[in-house]
């Protein structure tokens, strides 16, 4: 029985997981005994330590970490970071290469500092041999320093859809002219693709300086690319066939986090949402079994 009560808990807002229960099995269980039943579980996953995923020694897998906020009521707003680690033999293409599915991913929550997230996160990269791993985030200088000193054997890719965003955020306040911004985007997105990213660098540099707004924009993406360089190459990226995209992070947060942590009006103790967040990444990463098995050994009557 707290089985189901952890797997509708999880899924649904703890009301209506009380009328699927109803519905479905005839058993009266209160939403207030499910929310207890899922904060105690989700409490023994995050003090418990999880099998590593395995992984072949010849295949590529990628890493990915993004944040979204959540609403608590200890601190207002909160960032919950989210990873994603999964296998390119998972990642199968849509038409024409557009955007795909991955069908099986490893995900790990944490709300609260990056190097306890990190800590979380490398029991899962364990296993992963250290050449094989493709790290693709954005900009975020404390995810790449921690890159740097604990895999500095990995790929390191800085998210193509950021890259392009800071391009276009600055030619929106230098060029005035709609068609001349548009081109001068798509000559320095040609060139993004053809590994001339010091051209790029040194064209921006070149321009005559226009004004206040143009120097804060200028800077901005100056040191962005500086600061990124070495993990800018995308045209070598995609002659291998490897993503330059985070979307499969951004839509993880979606439906691993966001389906069922940031609902309207949901306000959630720091505590509590990270209880549950253990609950959602153990399905979304297909470890139900874990958890049933812990039912086994840890009883709680609901």
């Known amino acids: 029985m707290q089985e189901r009560v952890l797997y509708v808990g999880q899924q649904a807002v703890y009301e ?24 105690y ?8 330590e999880e099998t590593a995923p395995s992984f072949s020694k010849e295949e590529v897998v990628y890493g990915m970490v993004d944040g979204s906020m959540i609403l608590t009521r200890e601190q207002s707003w909160k960032e919950m970071k989210l990873g994603r680690l999964f296998s390119a033999e998972t990642h199968e293409k849509g038409p024409d290469d557009k955007r795909g599915r991955i069908s099986a991913s490893v995900y790990t929550a944490h709300l609260g500092s990056y190097t306890s997230f990190l800590s979380k996160w490398e029991r899962e990269l364990a296993p992963v041999p250290k050449e094989h791993l493709v790290l693709l985030a954005d900009g975020a200088q404390w995810f790449w320093e921690w890159a740097n000193e604990q895999w500095p054997e990995s790929l390191q890719i800085l998210d193509y859809y950021h890259c392009k965003g800071y391009l276009c955020s600055f030619a929106k306040v230098y060029f005035k002219d709609k068609q001349e911004r548009i081109c ?53 990226y995609r002659k291998r066939g490897l993503m330059i995209g985070s979307g499969p992070i951004e839509a993880a947060h979606r439906n691993v986090i966001q389906q069922r942590l940031k609902l309207a009006g949901q306000r959630w103790t720091q505590e ?20 049933i098995a812990l039912t086994r050994t840890r009883k709680r009557a609901a």
């Open 16 to 39: 209506e997981g009380s009328e699927l229960l109803a519905q479905l099995m005839g058993v009266e269980v209160s939403g207030k005994q499910i929310e207890r039943v899922c904060h």
């Open 184 to 236: 001068w985007i798509k000559e320095q997105e040609e060139r993004l693709f053809e590994d001339r990213i010091e051209d790029v660098i040194e064209g921006i540099e070149g321009l005559a300086r226009r004004g206040v707004e143009d120097l804060i924009e200028r800077r901005k993406i100056l040191s962005y690319y500086r600061n990124n360089r070495t993990r800018m190459y995308y045209g070598s």
């Open 272 to 291: 509590g949402v990270q209880q549950l967040a253990n609950l959602r990444v153990m399905r979304k990463s297909d470890r139900w079994d874990n958890v």
């Open 41 to 48: 579980f989700g409490e023994l996953l995050e003090q418990g």
